[in-house]
């Protein structure tokens, strides 16, 4: 098989605003959508384009782009020896629009537009002949009304008539509803066809768009042309059903991506990749200017504090604003620099500690954002250009899951069944909102962290109300030693399990800590004793939180339930009072 030569990669791009003429040999052709890459608010689109090409040098004129197309991002390829020797852009104006679904559209709002004239007219027919009607029941009226024997017609007679016109007056009322009826159904439909109508129109001008290629073919002979551009209008974000089966130890992770594409084409029957790549036009990277560095007086504490909250809290905003620069290449010297100069001097101004939560805040938006994947979806499929999402599957995924129920009791009452789950896999999963199943019932929603190939995910599965705690102070007392104040604290927490069948449960609790010397928060016993997972004790442990994992046996409660007690003290200066806050 021949290999693919890429021929020119930037199209030369030529806005026209009248009809540009063409050679008198230039073949018109549309080509058919084959496949559809969708990036994070653009999409790459490839048209391939079947054509007989004479010996020597043609002109072929792809017409039917779209309004959202990035003109420069137009190029062509093909193979063998046919050879493509320019891509250019143009646009030229149009007297009406020439797409077929337009067409159709149009075609249907001019129906519509008829029915509605012949029901307007229907409707006044029926109001005059319901006037008529009237001018006959004021002759029924007077024939009852005057002497028999004067009268035009009989008693027998003006009944009959009578009938006759009460019949008349429901047919008549009755078909003037069914006309009511019949034109607020056509304007219902006349609003539905020009709003989609509008969505047809939208960010489209009365212009066509073509792209003129040029090519070179040694013998006549059939060429197989790859048209490839960008369009805006594209966008599609992650989504995810997990479906916990807790009897068999295992989750289904459906991976799903909501699309929406309103580039004003559709694409059908294509081979369609998501990505999170960036595509960007400008392939010259920025350059490094040096940073000069001088001396100023140090600002007051809070405002150095004030400057440090800050700086964490535009990490974001700062790196987003980097990206986004970082697209123009050297273009984007200049705020480039400015960018970096201003998160080294932070840098250089803050204390270790600062800069140790600047970092890590630094890690874990690069961790979400920097990650670049694509996903080529399996078999053909079809999105039309429309304001509304559409739902694709990106792919399944099955993983064993270690199930485990979660009580915090500080935080609430309820118990929360947990699972952590195991990306075996070969598909990264990127951040996104997931709804959560278990035992195909509906218990939630859910945010999914970004979760690479191998690596762990601990998911939640919602309440069991089959295991209940309570925690309660059982006793406070307070001491004068010396100078200080010594107050102990005895804490006891029950639960209570209420199904057929043993569960694992793991219960969070926590001291308070400090890093100030003068006070002095001491565990002093606990039962059952505390957790020995390594993680835990290495990192949580250090901060005050409390974990036991436990075993709850079947159908135990009230006096059976398993109960958890421990009791700590807080040491510190008798004139002084505890505080708490958030770290």
Request: hydrophobic share 40%; net charge positive.
């Amino acid at each position: 098989m021949k290999k693919k030569i890429q021929v020119l990669v930037l199209a030369v791009v030529v806005i026209a605003l009248a009809p540009t003429a063409a050679f008198a040999d230039a073949q018109t052709v549309s080509g058919a959508i084959s496949k559809v890459t969708v990036y994070r608010g653009q999409a790459q689109v490839t048209r391939r384009i079947n054509v007989d090409l004479p010996a020597g040098t043609s002109e072929l004129i792809v017409t039917d782009l779209p309004a959202k197309i990035v003109p420069e991002s137009l190029y062509a390829q093909t193979s063998g020896d046919i050879k493509v020797l320019s891509v250019r852009y143009r646009e030229k104006a149009v007297r009406e629009d020439t797409r077929e679904e337009v067409k159709k559209l149009d075609a249907q709002i001019e129906e519509v537009k008829r029915k509605q004239q012949h029901a307007k007219k229907d409707n006044e027919n029926a109001t005059d002949l319901l006037h008529k009607f009237r001018d006959m029941w004021k002759l029924a009226i007077d024939g009852a009304n005057v002497d028999l024997n004067r009268s035009v017609m009989q008693s027998e007679q003006i009944e009959s008539y009578t009938e006759y016109l009460e019949a008349k007056s429901l047919e008549w009322h009755q078909k003037n509803l069914e006309l009511l009826d019949t034109e607020a159904d056509l304007i219902k439909e006349m609003e539905l066809l020009t709003r989609k109508r509008k969505e047809l129109d939208a960010g489209r001008s009365r212009t066509e768009r073509e792209a003129v290629v040029f090519v070179s073919n040694k013998n006549k002979k059939k060429a197989d042309i790859e048209l490839s551009y960008l369009v805006n209008g594209a966008n599609w974000n992650p989504q995810y059903n997990l479906r916990a089966n807790p009897k068999q130890s295992n989750v289904l992770i459906e991976y799903n991506a909501v699309v929406n594409q309103t580039s004003g084409e559709n694409w059908d029957g294509v081979v369609l990749s998501l990505s999170t790549a960036e595509p960007t036009m400008v392939s010259a990277p920025p350059i490094l200017d040096p940073m000069l560095v001088s001396l100023s007086r140090p600002a007051q504490t809070q405002q150095a504090e004030k400057q440090v909250f800050v700086q964490l809290d535009n990490v974001r905003r700062q790196l987003q604003s980097r990206k986004a620069n970082i697209k123009l290449g050297i273009g984007a010297n200049f705020d480039l620099n400015e960018l970096a100069i201003s998160n080294q001097g932070f840098v250089l101004q803050a204390t270790g500690q600062q800069v140790k939560e600047f970092q890590k805040q630094l890690a874990v938006v690069a961790r979400k954002e920097g990650v670049s994947v694509t996903y080529k979806l399996p078999g053909k499929l079809s999105l039309p250009s429309r304001s509304d999402q559409q739902l694709v599957t990106i792919a399944s995924v099955t993983a064993k899951a270690d199930f485990t129920l979660i009580a915090t009791p500080l935080l609430t009452d309820y118990v929360y069944l947990q699972a952590e789950l195991l990306n075996k896999s070969e598909t990264i999963l990127l951040p996104g909102q997931a709804s959560v199943f278990r035992n195909g019932e509906f218990v939630g929603k859910s945010q999914l962290p970004l979760v690479t190939i191998g690596e762990k995910l601990t998911a939640g599965f919602g309440i069991d109300s089959q295991v209940q705690v309570v925690r309660e102070l059982e006793e406070k007392k307070t001491r004068i030693q010396g100078g200080n104040r010594i107050d102990t604290y005895h804490y006891r927490i029950a639960l209570s399990n209420y199904k057929n069948t043993a569960v694992e449960l793991q219960l969070l609790d926590r001291l308070g800590y400090t890093e100030n010397s003068s006070i002095k928060i001491e565990l002093v016993k606990t039962e059952p004793q505390l957790s020995e997972d390594s993680e835990y004790l290495r990192t949580a442990r250090k901060k005050g939180i409390l974990r036991w994992d436990l075993n709850l046996p079947p159908n135990t409660l009230d006096e059976s339930a398993t109960v958890v007690k421990y009791s700590f003290t807080m040491e510190y200066d008798k004139n002084m009072r505890i505080q708490a806050r958030r770290k």
